[in-house]
């Protein structure tokens, strides 16, 4: 049987080519599909998990104590479980929270509060039961905790690391005494020195002092020595006496209620400056940054230039205000029903608003650390969040369990918060 032949050419001996690979199979589509599916899940799965949170130290510390944080200590008074008018001092050291020492304070009291002054710790007793006087300030070494010295008044620590300490009660007038923070030894002092007394802040304390003698008769100390400075009658020209006066941006700042009046003295001098007369009696004065905040009457906020006393803008929408950055950070001069209060920043020199930071409790940064603000989170904890002043920004940080929202400022970016048993556990905020 003979039919149409194809010809498949010579013959050859030799090695068999090496066969072409097979074309893939449809299924082999299929597994690449899958594979893409599960890698695509595994990323929404591990973006839904939280990052593990930085490991955190807990702060023994009970509901009722006193606390003190530094740089590199925490400082918590605790009462005596068997004696609560006696205090227990405990020192631990930041960041890792060990233990440094524990001591008694040897006196008893009511209401109690910490201070540091360079190596040493004041520990101020007020209604201090007999015989010891009102108030009482104690003194122990910051790095053992030993007992140093004690003596009657409130501590405030002077620009060089001196402790002014400030006696006299209720109608009393007020006695001051400067000493030596390591030994209790007396630089200077004044008995009777006036009837209350403002302070003027630099950067590294208080530098000078204004004693208010009454009647108008003002005087200006060097606080690091004592030195009077300049001494003045500032009795309003139509008689009488300002119902306050006060430090505020390196002025001595006069107020009286009718008529409506601030009159600013330079502080060394106490040269007058300007004077502004307003519509409607003053409620307060503060330091805004570059301006002079004042309120009137229970409404209006005003903005003055302290050179000149000119108002540079007015406003009845804000409340108190905070000088950070360059900006103003306030809140609504009403309140919210339900707190915290949605924070905004303003201009300054013009009062115009410049960004919302929402609802916020600060938490005051250091100089270096960030401004941060807490608030409750609705299924337990906090939410931490960092404010951006100048960008007029928010950035949320993270949500601390088993916290009760009473986080105090920032130290070296650690944030210590309050738990429910009373201890403080610290959470590292990020740079």
């Not at 008893?108 to 009482?136: C, F, K, Y």
């Amino acid at each position: 049987m003979t039919g149409p032949v194809i010809d498949l050419g010579e013959l050859r001996h030799g090695p068999d080519p090496v066969p072409l690979p097979r074309p893939p199979r449809a299924v082999g589509r299929q597994l690449r599909c899958a594979l893409v599916l599960l890698l695509v899940l595994a990323t929404l799965v591990s973006a839904a998990v939280p990052p593990p949170r930085p490991a955190t130290v807990t702060l023994p510390a009970q509901v009722a104590a006193e606390t003190l944080f530094t740089a590199d200590l925490f400082v918590v008074l605790d009462p005596d479980p068997e004696q609560p008018t006696r205090r227990r001092m405990s020192a631990f050291r930041l960041p890792d929270g060990g233990s440094l020492w524990q001591t008694a304070v040897p006196v008893q009291g009511r209401n109690w509060e910490i201070t540091a002054a360079g190596d040493t710790l004041m520990v101020t007793v007020h209604e201090v039961l007999p015989p010891e006087p009102s108030v009482l300030s104690l003194a122990f070494d910051r790095g053992t905790g030993a007992y140093r010295w004690q003596q009657p008044g409130h501590p405030t620590v002077l620009a060089d690391g001196t402790v002014l300490l400030q006696s006299g009660a209720d109608e009393e007038p007020v006695s001051l005494r400067a000493v030596d923070a390591c030994c209790g030894a007396v630089r200077w002092q004044l008995a009777d020195a006036a009837e209350y007394v403002s302070f003027r802040h630099d950067a590294r304390g208080v530098d000078r002092l204004v004693l208010h003698r009454g009647k108008g008769l003002t005087e200006v100390r060097d606080a690091i020595t004592g030195v009077a400075l300049a001494r003045a009658d500032l009795r309003p020209p139509e008689g009488g006496s300002y119902e306050s006066v006060q430090v505020v941006n390196g002025l001595l700042l006069a107020s009286q209620r009718a008529p409506a009046t601030i009159t600013a003295y330079g502080l060394d001098r106490l040269d007058r400056r300007w004077s502004t007369t307003m519509t409607d009696p003053i409620d307060f004065i503060d330091d805004c940054g570059p301006v002079v905040c004042a309120r009137r009457n229970g409404a209006e906020l005003w903005g003055l230039d302290p050179a000149t006393g000119q108002v540079r803008w007015s406003s009845d929408r804000w409340a108190w205000m905070i000088p950070l950055e360059g900006r103003l950070v306030s809140t609504a001069a009403r309140p919210v029903v339900v707190p915290p209060q949605p924070l905004v920043v303003l201009d300054p020199m013009t009062g115009r608003e410049l960004a919302e930071l929402g609802r916020w409790e600060l938490a005051q940064g250091g100089p270096d650390g960030p401004l941060v603000g807490v608030r409750l989170h609705p299924d337990g904890g906090v939410v931490v969040a960092e404010l951006d002043v100048r960008a007029g920004k928010t950035r949320v940080l993270d949500v601390l369990p088993d916290v009760t929202g009473n986080c105090q400022s920032i130290v070296g970016f650690l944030l210590p918060c309050q738990l429910v048993d009373g201890s403080y556990r610290l959470f590292r905020v990020p740079r």
